[in-house]
């Protein structure tokens, strides 16, 4: 019997393993037969992609996206090479591990084409390391969305899929968050929100997220509908509902925007900037409006309020990026564009720094504290006697100027990658990474830089009148480069609006619409130059006019450096004081160090000033020859005393603007400037 039941034992066990290596052996052609149709399908979505790609149908690009089911939600994760160059993406920090940058999205425009991407890369910022998560279940490509933390999530909202050859746009409004504890993407069904838009911004507020702005554009981008709704998205772990702000027709609220900067504080949200455009009626293209004001809006209750500039605010400038730190806000880039709507566009991109203390609400500008921003003694600055001296040799190489460059802050460090300027007709896309100390301020560190100048596009060329060749507004066709109204003004490249207008944001800087009447009569190349000429002057004399509000001193024309500081010495001295009594060393310094320093970092803020204002100055004084010369053209060819009949019937005036560069510029003393700057924007408010 023992030796039976040995044997029928394992008889049992020779069963067991045959029925074991069966039901392997069934599972393993289960998956071969299901990994086959697996890749059958991928070889049939790729056919389907190549084939919409071709076609620029947007709808069937994304079709694999909008029909995807959550059958497996898991990711993997590998190590990466440097991602490839983008604009438009998501930097954030890492929900969990503070050692890690998140960047998502973006797209790539090469001259030809537009990628948009839909990756999702990690940064190891310790180990100077890319990872990328990849899962078959996730967001659609999308350039000009947001991205904003809670708790183990990050949340993204919105933004624009663009085809290839740029014919069409869809916009989202779709909510999605990728938990890092569980490694997977969730889409969250939310009803009643804003609509489908990009360029918007959006910031996390305890539990809730806080969105405004943003823009929804027409199939080829020439009409753009720009929004000033504010929403608050709560319980994003339940239900997920909207909130939208209630506004009245009363009510003083922010002008329509995108690629605003916003920031949280405490209870309080924090706008500044911004870019718009309008049609004119009369004019080929839409005009930009540069926005150039400052907003809070209180929380819970979203009611908004402007804010009077305090400190040295940012030139006139758009595109500039955004980061928290604290109880500051800080700022870098932007870029400042002359155009007259005809032949003339010019650009100065920045690449200064600004910090907002969101207690004050005062601005500063935040400069390095290199060796030649100390001062040696006091007065010492002063032998810089010539203001094209050359600079001091720098410790460490800093970012170029750009717009739309990403900011994120890890333990006290400011990370910036990517962004976007021009070389010409040719648009370059940053591929690099830096990092500066918040706490030093010493240098930045330049992490890796990949930037390629290649540029796939053909060069843009003009006819006699100064238009694109193809008349067109330059977002058609594969030679002209992709507009980015998104989260930027449009370049020079893409077909730039007719001259960008800064504005405070008021409901009263809105132009005064013209009278109607009978058709203007035609008039001679001559004149329509002196009219667009005009125009420009009187623009760019608004610009120093904002410039000179709150009382800061604007250098007036031909006016050298050291003039400039003499004049307004006082007030440099006292901003220079502001900002140690902001950082805290005034008490610990000695009444000597104090000197040299007001004194050194004085003219470092004067110099600056100089050096934003002087493009300005400089386009003035050339727009202004120009209008001279044309002027004296048609006196030439006038007969007698037609030349004042033909002018005023041509609705051309015969003299220059009312206002003058001395009244805009700021040549009186500090307090008097400020005075009358609140008089000014108190009249500008009514």
């Not at 400190?311 to 400042?336: E, H, K, L, Q």
């Not at 290649?454 to 507004?473: A, N």
């Not at 009278?515 to 203007?520: F, I, K, L, N, Q």
């Not at 019937?649 to 003393?669: E, H, N």
């Given at each position: ?363 500063f500008p935040l400069q390095l504290k290199t060796k030649a921003a100390k001062g040696k003694g006091k007065g010492k600055t002063l032998e810089l006697e010539d203001e094209d001296a050359p600079e001091p040799e720098a410790a460490s190489p800093v970012p170029p100027g750009r717009i739309n460059a990403l900011l994120a802050v890890l333990d006290n460090k400011l990370y910036l990658y990517g962004g976007i300027r021009e070389e010409g007709n040719k648009e370059v896309t940053f591929n690099d990474m830096w990092a500066l100390n918040l706490n030093k301020l010493d240098a930045w560190q330049m992490l890796y830089d990949e930037t390629r100048f290649e540029w796939d596009g053909v060069e843009q060329q003009e006819d006699d009148d100064g238009e694109d060749e193809d008349g067109s507004s330059g977002d058609e066709g594969a030679v002209q480069p992709k507009p980015k109204s998104t989260d930027e003004p449009p370049r020079s490249g893409h077909a730039a609006p007719a001259p960008v207008t800064a504005t405070d944001g008021s409901a009263s800087a809105a132009a005064a619409a013209e009278p109607e009447g009978a058709p203007e009569p035609a008039i001679s190349e001559q004149e329509h130059q002196m009219a667009v000429a005009m125009d420009m002057v009187d623009r760019l004399l608004l610009d120093l006019e904002h410039l000179g509000q709150g009382g800061v001193p604007t250098p007036n024309p031909s006016e050298s ?126």
């Amino acid at each position: 019997f023992f030796f039976r039941g040995l044997s029928m034992g394992k008889g049992r066990d020779k069963r067991k393993d045959k029925r074991q290596e069966r039901k392997g052996a069934t599972q393993a052609k289960q998956e071969k037969k299901l990994q086959k149709k697996q890749e059958k399908w991928e070889r049939q979505q790729q056919k389907s992609q190549e084939e919409a790609a071709e076609a620029d149908d947007v709808e069937a690009l994304l079709s694999v996206y909008k029909h995807q089911k959550k059958v497996d939600a898991s990711s993997s994760i590998e190590e990466s090479d440097i991602p490839p160059p983008r604009v438009n993406a998501t930097l954030t920090a890492h929900p969990v591990n503070k050692h890690e940058l998140v960047l998502f999205g973006g797209e790539y425009w090469s001259g030809r084409h537009v990628k948009v991407y839909n990756d999702l890369l990690m940064y190891r910022v310790d180990k100077d390391q890319w990872r990328s998560v990849s899962s078959e279940y996730c967001p659609a490509p999308r350039s000009s969305h947001q991205a904003a933390n809670y708790k183990s999530c990050m949340y993204i909202f919105g933004g624009e899929f663009t085809a290839p050859s740029q014919t069409s746009t869809f916009h989202f409004n779709d909510l999605w968050a990728f938990d890092f504890k569980k490694m997977e993407w969730h889409e969250h069904p939310v009803r009643n929100g804003p609509s489908p838009r990009s360029g918007h911004r959006m910031v996390t507020w305890k539990k809730n997220f806080l969105l405004f702005g943003g823009f929804h554009g027409a199939k080829a981008q020439v009409d753009m509908t720009y929004f000033n709704d504010l929403w608050m998205l709560q319980d994003v772990e339940g239900e997920a509902l909207w909130i939208p702000a209630g506004y009245h027709h009363y009510d003083d609220v922010p002008k329509p925007r995108s690629g605003c900067c916003l920031s949280v504080y405490e209870n309080t949200m924090f706008m500044f900037g911004g870019y718009s455009s309008e049609r004119v009626e009369g004019e080929p293209h839409a005009r930009g409006i540069c926005h150039v004001d400052l907003w809070l809006a209180t929380l819970p209750d979203m009611k908004w309020q402007k804010v009077r500039t305090l400190g040295i605010a940012p030139s006139i400038r758009s595109g500039m990026s955004v980061c928290a730190d604290r109880r500051r806000a800080i700022f870098f880039g932007g870029v400042w564009d002359y155009d007259d709507g005809e032949k003339d566009f010019h650009s100065v991109f920045h690449n200064d720094m600004y910090s907002l203390n969101l207690d004050s609400k005062r601005w500063f500008p935040l400069q390095l504290k290199t060796k030649a921003a100390k001062g040696k003694g006091k007065g010492k600055t002063l032998e810089l006697e010539d203001e094209d001296a050359p600079e001091p040799e720098a410790a460490s190489p800093v970012p170029p100027g750009r717009i739309n460059a990403l900011l994120a802050v890890l333990d006290n460090k400011l990370y910036l990658y990517g962004g976007i300027r021009e070389e010409g007709n040719k648009e370059v896309t940053f591929n690099d990474m830096w990092a500066l100390n918040l706490n030093k301020l010493d240098a930045w560190q330049m992490l890796y830089d990949e930037t390629r100048f290649e540029w796939d596009g053909v060069e843009q060329q003009e006819d006699d009148d100064g238009e694109d060749e193809d008349g067109s507004s330059g977002d058609e066709g594969a030679v002209q480069p992709k507009p980015k109204s998104t989260d930027e003004p449009p370049r020079s490249g893409h077909a730039a609006p007719a001259p960008v207008t800064a504005t405070d944001g008021s409901a009263s800087a809105a132009a005064a619409a013209e009278p109607e009447g009978a058709p203007e009569p035609a008039i001679s190349e001559q004149e329509h130059q002196m009219a667009v000429a005009m125009d420009m002057v009187d623009r760019l004399l608004l610009d120093l006019e904002h410039l000179g509000q709150g009382g800061v001193p604007t250098p007036n024309p031909s006016e050298s450096l050291p003039a400039f500081y003499e004049r307004s010495r006082d007030f440099w001295r006292g901003e220079a004081r502001e900002a140690l009594v902001e950082e805290g060393l005034e008490d610990t310094l000695d009444d000597e160090d104090v000197e040299a320093m007001l004194d050194g970092d004085g003219f470092v803020l004067a110099k600056k000033r100089y050096a934003d204002v002087r493009p300005i100055l400089e386009r003035l004084e050339t727009t202004q020859t120009q209008l001279q010369r044309l002027q004296d053209l048609v006196t030439e060819g006038a007969e007698g005393g037609a030349t004042g009949a033909s002018s005023s019937s041509s609705g051309v005036p015969s003299a220059g603007p009312q206002r003058t560069v001395a009244q805009s510029s700021g040549g009186s003393a500090p307090n008097e400037d400020s005075d009358d700057a609140e008089e000014s924007e108190e009249s500008q408010d009514d």
